[in-house]
């Protein structure tokens, strides 16, 4: 299993062991369809990615709560 960390759009991403998410040191529930090998979060609900960073930046970059950080 394999860790990730990296700054994007003003967020600290880090995924350990390839399935424990947070951003900014906020745990991220998030939800894997394994039929699909899709990832969504209840932060943007009504769209999949294909990996867990993809989803992790998309709620960087695109949610409220986090993308203000840059401001």
Known sequence: ???????FEGCTIEIKDDINL??????????HD???????SKYLPYT????????ARAI???TVEFSHVQE
């Open 1 to 7: 299993m394999s860790n990730h960390k990296e700054t």
């Open 22 to 31: 947070s951003i900014n040191g906020k745990e991220i529930d998030y939800k």
């Open 34 to 40: 394994r039929s699909k090998n899709k990832f969504s």
């Open 48 to 55: 999949q990615y294909d990996s867990l960073l993809e989803l």
């Open 60 to 62: 960087a970059k695109h």
